[in-house]
């Protein structure tokens, strides 16, 4: 976790994880004109790798998968780096899942397609929350 936050996005490092390649191209493209950094990853596998590899400050997951659910993805983000917060993706029809995510740590959950506005609120409050976490540490 980098803990770090820059007004803009600047700074703040995203791992997308959807198995939707258009609209992990769309997404992420749009995020990095908004100034964040953006890895990508398009099954569940795949992210659990880049977080070997990498620290991020937030993870967007979706939850129906061809390899992995979303709910199991953040089962194993959440034990190899408990503090990280996690967005989960839903397409229609899945916010009892989206709910269920929430009871197991993710930070929250956003229909897709969301409004790229919602999504940055979103991610802005849990780079928020986890700093107040890491500055009552």
């Excluded at 390899?67 to 990280?84: A, H």
């Amino acid at each position: 976790m980098k803990g770090t936050r820059v007004d803009g996005g600047k700074g703040c490092s995203i791992l997308l994880v959807d198995d939707e390649r258009e609209y992990v191209a769309v997404l992420s493209k749009r995020l990095r004109k908004r100034g964040f950094s953006v890895t990508t990853a398009f099954t569940g596998s795949e992210g659990i790798q880049e977080l070997r590899r990498t620290d991020f400050d937030v993870a967007l997951v979706d939850l129906k998968m061809e390899d992995m659910d979303g709910l199991e993805v953040l089962n194993i983000f959440k034990k190899m780096v408990p503090e990280l917060e996690v967005i989960m993706l839903t397409g229609h029809g899945s916010a009892h899942a989206a709910k269920e995510g929430i009871k197991k740590g993710a930070f929250d959950y956003l229909s897709k397609p969301c409004d790229i506005e919602d999504l940055i609120v979103k991610i802005e409050q849990a780079l928020r929350k986890s700093e107040s976490r890491e500055s009552e540490a």
